[in-house]
């Protein structure tokens, strides 16, 4: 990170926020038991998008002189990290109880975080750009064939039919939307825009043809019970990710159809500003992380539209709604690290 420390007081800023996170990073290690570590469920994957998204904004938002360097980096290392120990103790579970991970692998309301394990490989590729080129490349391929890889293996055989549409929630957007929108992002980011703009175009059109049935489910269907009712912010997602991944794709130009996508996403969030006590009606838990990805998109497209030669009234919306997503992300970062500390954020047997 010392390319991107201006001045000392960064510099020893981020070696104080470091020196923390390890000593709390340790802490944690000595603490989780093997029975833990068996019940750390895949969705903990979704920590990773907000973490990381939250980061990548900041870094943006240095670029503009509007923040130090060091937040964006640190938050950005921090979600490497989490994706980095997430998918160790996945493979672990792997190689150790591996009927429990065949069971999540064909239950129809976890296996769609599955698809975070590679897609958040190539959301940590992103990140890593400034540092190791061939190491974040080798990472955006790897985790982008292996996304694809484990959408057709699971969700192909899908359109055989023999499927309750009770079990069709917003996670179903993770494996064909989210983390073909990430892959854009990706390949946007690195320069090769056309393979982003296909990836674009795969997430979009399955977003379009994806959310009649879920929003139909989630309207004429039996409610989710309480604990899993933190899925459906997931709902709040495509359409700022795919507004960011548009972003990434087209050099940053917020033209007219990023600002349809921003409007249809700001729609969704006053729906979710709604229904905030229903969410809540069990109290927090690690699964409100299903919030972090659109906001933190959220975050993101809006700083790109600060930097536009919009009116006054877009410069305002642009800082509200940054303002808005950082404050919730915190939020949830320090509700969760309250779990955490108080040793249930691991759900019991």
Not at 153 to 166: D, I, K, M, T
Not at 187 to 205: E, K, N, V, W, Y
Not at 269 to 297: D, I, P, T
Request: hydrophobic share 55%; aromatic share 14%; proline share 4%.
């Amino acid at each position: 990170m010392v390319g991107y420390c201006s001045q000392a007081k960064d510099c020893s800023d981020t070696y104080l926020f470091l020196t923390l996170f390890n000593t709390l990073f340790s802490g944690l290690i000595t603490m989780l038991s093997i029975s833990s570590l068996q019940r750390v469920p895949v969705s903990f994957f979704g920590i990773v998008l907000g973490v990381f998204g939250l980061g990548s904004a900041w870094r943006y938002a240095a670029t503009l002189g509007f923040g130090p360097s060091w937040l964006g980096e640190s938050l950005i290392f921090l979600g490497s990290l989490i994706w980095l120990t997430l998918s160790l103790i996945y493979v672990w579970r792997c190689l150790v109880t591996p009927h429990v991970v065949r069971d999540e692998f064909l239950n129809n309301n976890q296996f769609s975080f599955i698809s975070l394990f590679p897609a958040g490989g190539v959301l940590v590729s992103i990140g890593l750009h400034p540092y190791h080129l061939v190491l974040a490349n080798s990472l955006m391929i790897v985790g982008s064939i292996g996304q694809l890889f484990f959408s057709a293996w699971r969700c192909a055989p899908l359109w055989r039919g023999e499927f309750v549409s009770e079990s069709t929630t917003p996670g179903f957007y993770l494996p064909t939307v989210a983390a073909n929108f990430i892959c854009a992002m990706a390949f946007g980011t690195s320069g090769h825009h056309d393979i982003g703009a296909m990836f674009l175009g795969a997430g979009l059109i399955s977003w379009i043809t994806l959310e009649p049935a879920i929003i139909h489910r989630l309207r004429t269907k039996p409610a989710l019970p309480i604990p899993a009712r933190g899925v459906i912010g997931i709902q709040l997602a495509p359409a700022f990710v795919a507004c960011y991944a548009w972003l990434c794709v087209n050099g940053n130009h917020f033209d007219l159809f990023a600002l349809l996508l921003l409007g249809y996403g700001l729609l969704q969030l006053f729906f979710m500003l709604r229904l905030v006590r229903w969410f809540f009606a069990g109290g927090f838990s690690a699964g409100m992380w299903a919030f972090s990805f659109g906001l933190s998109a959220m975050a993101n497209a809006s700083l790109r539209l600060v930097h536009t030669e919009r009116g006054m009234d877009m410069q305002v919306l642009s800082w509200v709604l940054f303002t808005l997503a950082n404050v919730l992300l915190i939020g949830l970062m320090v509700k969760t690290l309250s779990l955490l500390l108080r040793g249930k954020l691991i759900p019991a047997k």
